[in-house]
Each structure stands twice: as C-alpha cells, then as structure tokens.
C-alpha cells in the first residue's frame, strides 16, 4: 500500500493543496485513498466537508489524534498532509509509516533553508528505502526566484517531481472540496500539464 507523506517545515507552501489533489488523482484512478490529517489545523477534513456526494470518494483520517500512525482496513493508497514545524516523535512516526516523501517548496531564500535543514532530518532519521522528491509550488518561470529554486534543487541532488504554478482555480476548486482530477480536463488543461510529471513520480 502506497503511504504517501507531504511534508516541509514551513507553512504555507502548498502541502495541503498538493495532498488534496494528489488523493483526487488516485480516487479517480479508483483507488480507495485515504487523505490522512496529521495537522490539528484539520485543513484536509475542512476541505473534505466540502466535497460533494457525487465526486468520487476520498476518506478521512483525524491522523492528528493518533500516537501511532495506522490506517483503517480497506485502504489502499494514503495521502498524510502534515503540520508546519513537523519535528520530533511525529517526525520520526510520519518516517516510519511512509514509503515516499514529497516535499514542497516555493520560491524563496527562507523556504530555501528551512528546506535543507529539513532534508538533512529526513538523511538522519528517515527509514532505509523512502523514497524522496520535492517539488516547486506557485512557482512563476519568468522569474528570478524560479531559477534560483531550480539552482537549489539541482545542489540537492533529489528528484525533482515537477513545478506547479500559481493558479487561482485551485482556490476555486479548494473552495468546492474539488480537485483538477474532479473537473473535465478540458476546463484545466493548462494546469494538469505540469502534473504529469509530479503524478509520475508518486505513482512510480
């Protein structure tokens, strides 16, 4: 069984909206996915709570309240979107459960070293055979800041799962409890272009 972690130190970089959209791939693929919150924030059950009966259906899992991180019976495929300043016990468990770790990072010299500190956490504590990539979110290639996050992640010496750009029909879609994997790809054709690659390396 897949268990698929999200996790970086800072906030706001887009681990919730990488999570959720991750588990509306797999729930269209058929999967039986279940979107696990390890943040108290409960961002991901919000999000849940939104989403219409009809869409294809993605569980719910307060990860939060766990000590120790199991999913319920009938899962096959887990997406854990965790906490900002994700440290310690936890860090350790998320590790321990997961078998591939995405990391987010946007642009930015802060999000930069917070990301390296944090890699070298996961060098030390991560278990033998995790699977690890980052992936660059609301990211604008015209940019300097682009290229230096590219520059950054080629020092890295990770895979590099993709780069997502900043779109507003995420918020729409967020707002609705939808995903880009929920709509005719017709209607966001522009943003699942960048996903493939990000979707390729989660499902390799």
């Known amino acids: 069984m897949p268990v698929l972690a999200i996790a970086n130190p800072k906030g706001g970089v887009g681990k919730t909206t990488l999570a959720t959209q991750i588990a509306g791939h797999w729930a269209r693929c058929g999967h039986a996915v279940m979107l696990g919150d390890?943040?108290?924030q409960q961002s991901c059950a919000r999000w849940l709570a939104l989403r219409p009966a009809a869409a294809r259906p993605i569980a719910g899992w307060d990860?939060?309240?766990n000590d120790v991180l199991k999913p319920p019976r009938g899962t096959t495929h887990v997406v854990l979107d965790t906490p900002a300043g994700l440290h310690g016990q936890r860090l350790r468990e998320v590790l321990r459960r997961a078998d591939r770790l995405l990391v987010p990072v946007q642009p930015g010299v802060f999000d930069m070293f917070a990301?390296?500190?944090?890699?070298?956490?996961v060098r030390e504590?991560?278990?033998?055979?995790?699977?690890?990539?980052?992936?660059?979110?609301?990211?604008?290639?015209?940019?300097?800041?682009?290229?230096q996050l590219q520059d950054f992640f080629a020092a890295l010496g990770l895979p590099v799962a993709g780069f997502v750009r900043e779109a507003q029909v995420?918020?729409?879609?967020?707002?609705?409890?939808?995903?880009?994997f929920d709509v005719r790809p017709r209607q966001v054709e522009r943003e699942l272009a960048p996903w493939q690659s990000v979707l390729a390396w989660v499902d390799g």
């Open 38 to 40: 390890v943040d108290r």
């Open 125 to 147: 504590r991560g278990r033998e055979g995790l699977r690890v990539a980052v992936v660059g979110m609301r990211v604008d290639d015209r940019t300097l800041a682009a290229r």
């Open 115 to 121: 990301t390296h500190d944090f890699l070298q956490l």
């Open 170 to 180: 995420y918020r729409h879609l967020a707002a609705h409890g939808l995903t880009l």
């Open 63 to 65: 990860a939060s309240r």
